[in-house]
């Protein structure tokens, strides 16, 4: 049974460019969400897509977007990079009930310079 | 202010001492509780979860947690650490969608 899986594993671009992540949910899953997690930091909820809508979303700015296919694979789209973007980021499914176990992918870890 | 607090950002035990990690929630509700254990450069994985019932909850690699509903706390403990333990925990609570994290507590392990 593969679990989460993402890709790149890393990445360095640097400021102004843009960026797309991707992930793949873990088997039976249809609910993906993205957390960015700083250095020395615990991971900060950008947004959950479900059924190829965007259902909630976290304080981050609307360079941050993503995508949801119909085998519910994601993309995580970051615009106009800045040296803050700086981060790992973190992919999660789950299914879609309201306090189901989110299963976390390796990460990709961006670099900004 | 909603929040969940992880009051000891680095702990240092000796293998084969037990261990305790805090974690603190300030939520209205009482939310769902998780730890998830982070190995360098790696993702997360979840280690125990807390959603109703008996408030004494069993995890993976011998971790257990308890939900305190008067203290607001979900702390998770070990009784004999591991050299394999090391890495950092992270206590979350599950809301509607999205889970929110405490800072994380990074565990070293001396030999």
């Known amino acids: 049974d593969a679990g989460v899986t993402q890709s790149p594993t890393h990445l360095i671009k640097t400021r102004g460019q843009q960026v797309t992540l991707r992930c793949s949910p873990k088997s039976g899953h249809d609910t993906v969400s993205w957390y960015q997690q700083a250095l020395g930091q615990g991971p900060q909820f950008i947004f959950q897509?479900?059924?190829?809508?965007?259902?909630q979303r976290g304080n981050f700015p609307d360079r941050f977007s993503g995508h949801q296919f119909p085998n519910y694979s994601s993309e995580l789209n970051v615009n106009a990079l800045l040296l803050g973007d700086s981060a790992l980021y973190l992919c999660?499914?789950?299914?879609?009930?309201?306090?189901?176990?989110?299963?976390f992918g390796p990460g990709t870890r961006l670099l900004v310079l | 202010a909603q929040s969940v607090t992880q009051p000891d950002i680095h702990i240092t035990v000796s293998e084969g001492a037990s261990l305790e990690l805090r974690c603190n929630y300030s939520?209205?509700?009482?939310?769902?509780l998780f730890w998830y254990v982070q190995s360098p450069g790696q993702g997360l994985q979840l280690l125990l979860k807390y959603f109703s019932g008996d408030t004494l909850v069993q995890g993976i690699k011998g971790f257990e947690a308890e939900f305190k509903r008067s203290q607001s706390s979900f702390n998770l403990r070990k009784p004999s650490v591991h050299w394999s333990d090391a890495a950092e925990y992270f206590c979350a609570v599950g809301l509607n969608n999205d889970m929110r994290f405490g800072a994380g507590t990074r565990l070293t392990v001396k030999p």
């Open positions: 897509y479900y059924e190829e809508e965007e259902r």
């Open positions: 999660a499914s789950s299914l879609p009930e309201r306090g189901k176990t989110q299963y």
């Open positions: 939520y209205g509700a009482t939310p769902y």
